[in-house]
């Protein structure tokens, strides 16, 4: 689990989304399912502790969502409960509801006092801004026919309100348009990341015995560890931009699909976290791919310096999911068993960045970089001083161990809302962060190596590693006996 945020984290909530609730301080120990002790015989529906909504049923929350002539939800409620929505209720069955209410409540607006008649057209202005952030938050939930459907039943029952001037029908036409476009470019974004979606191995080389020596490696395209960690930098933005909160959610809602062995959500979502993750492994396997090939050990030494130079780099900047997969290339056990390089390599920037990534106390080190990167962000003048790009991995497990150990309902049945103020917390930093425009010009010809360059199978990456720098050990020397076997079988 995450460590809490800082005071100056929390103070970022509350700038940047109205009303929020001091997230870290409302996941205590009653988060866990206990049910408060002051409550009483009567059940309080929804529960609220020292001011913040703590538990509530599905159908108190959802009224809670919904405007009335005198009441609009703050930003950060109707963000939370979106997202974690989709948990307990499909977003079509949501919208549903949502409609039954603005239905009854525009009814009895009508059949009012003259003065309640009037407030129309308020009303109106306030659902069509709950749908509008609905629809901009998260637009994937209007992908299929279901939703679609009763979004414009709800758009016809609120046109009703403004037939005289149709300022509403056409915000609502625009709203629509935008909607669209957005489904689009998710569409096209998935149909180029399914032709590119193979795993690793795919990419590995036929195994051969030594490479060419007019192979172009990465020294012959960058050579400048600032300028490569830039490039890394910009691939990151680019990937992380195309993860949306439904995305990370859809973590919370696959694992629970699967322990009540029904389907919930729509398990394809997952294909944006999927081919975020691989961009890592490929990166990893790049590192590992482009120091075991080298023949001499004085370029294989050069090449091991070059990537902690540029791992540190990454730090720098504040990417610190590079410089991770480059740390995992290099702590690969083909690149590790080279101990002749290794003897000639200057360690200490290596040693540095090691620490940083120290997984002892749940990786309190990297924990207090990344706050240190976040609160820079914070008061930032320029996009270079903006970037945060947080370890994917660690970033995922921090929401699933979340997810994990305190329970979706608590005892009485209700919703445990403090549970998904703290989910919702981190993934809103996470969307703050990939926001940042990269200010790094894109130069298609590294970029174009880093993404299409081969990659060796771990397989192929014993063999060059054994080549380089033969077994010393018999367990080496059994694997490496093993491995030409398979070697000669194949051939």
Not at 176 to 197: G, V
Not at 294 to 305: L, P
Not at 318 to 338: D, E
Request: proline content about 4%.
């Amino acid at each position: 689990m995450a460590e809490p945020l800082c005071n100056a984290a929390v103070k970022k909530c509350k700038e940047t989304m109205p009303q929020t609730p001091i997230f870290s301080s409302m996941l205590g120990s009653s988060c866990s399912g206990q049910v408060q002790p002051d409550m009483g015989e009567r059940c309080v529906d929804p529960v609220y502790q020292d001011g913040n909504l703590v538990s509530g049923s599905l159908e108190a929350l959802i009224e809670r969502l919904v405007p009335t002539m005198d009441y609009y939800p703050d930003r950060t409620y109707i963000f939370t409960f979106l997202l974690s929505s989709r948990v307990f209720i499909h977003p079509h069955e949501l919208l549903a509801k949502v409609g039954q209410i603005c239905i009854k409540q525009k009814q009895q607006l009508e059949a009012g006092t003259e003065a309640e008649k009037a407030k129309l057209k308020s009303f109106a202005a306030k659902i069509i801004q709950l749908l509008k952030e609905w629809t901009e938050t998260f637009p994937y939930d209007f992908q299929d026919e279901k939703s679609m459907k009763e979004l414009k039943e709800i758009a016809h029952r609120i046109t009703q309100c403004d037939e005289e001037n149709g300022t509403v029908k056409k915000i609502i036409s625009q709203m629509t348009q935008n909607l669209l476009m957005a489904l689009s470019t998710r569409s096209q974004y998935q149909e180029i990341r399914e032709k590119f979606r193979q795993p690793v191995t795919d990419k590995g080389t036929i195994l051969k015995t030594k490479p060419q020596s007019t192979q172009k490696d990465i020294l012959s395209v960058c050579c400048d560890p600032l300028i490569l960690a830039q490039q890394l930098t910009y691939i990151e933005l680019e990937r992380v931009s195309n993860i949306y909160p439904e995305d990370l959610m859809q973590i919370v809602s696959h694992m629970d699909s699967m322990d009540n062995h029904k389907c919930r959500g729509d398990v394809t979502k997952t294909y944006n976290l999927e081919a975020y993750d691989n961009w890592f492994n490929c990166l990893s396997m790049l590192v590992a791919t482009e120091i075991c090939r080298v023949v001499k050990k004085k370029q294989r030494t050069r090449m091991v310096e070059f990537f902690i130079d540029v791992a540190r780099e990454c730090f720098n900047i504040g990417n610190f999911n590079s410089m991770m997969a480059i740390i995992s290339g290099m702590n690969l056990s083909p690149v590790a068993r080279l101990k002749k390089t290794w003897s000639k390599v200057k360690t200490a920037k290596f040693d540095v960045l090691e620490h940083h990534m120290d997984p002892s106390s749940n990786f309190c080190n990297y924990r207090t970089a990344l706050q240190g990167a976040a609160q820079r962000s914070q008061t930032a003048n320029s996009n270079r001083e903006k970037i945060v790009i947080p370890v994917f991995n660690l970033f995922i497990k921090d929401i699933y161990f979340l997810h994990k150990i305190h329970t979706n309902r608590l005892p009485n049945g209700q919703i445990n809302f403090k549970k998904f103020w703290e989910i919702s917390r981190q993934i809103h930093d996470f969307l703050t962060w990939k926001q940042v425009e990269c200010p790094f010009e894109k130069d298609k010809k590294i970029q174009s190596y880093l993404l299409t360059a081969p990659i060796y199978s771990e397989e192929a990456l014993f063999i060059a590693s054994f080549e380089s720098e033969g077994p010393e050990n018999h367990m080496e020397k059994d694997s490496w006996k093993t491995l030409r076997t398979t070697l000669l079988n194949r051939a």
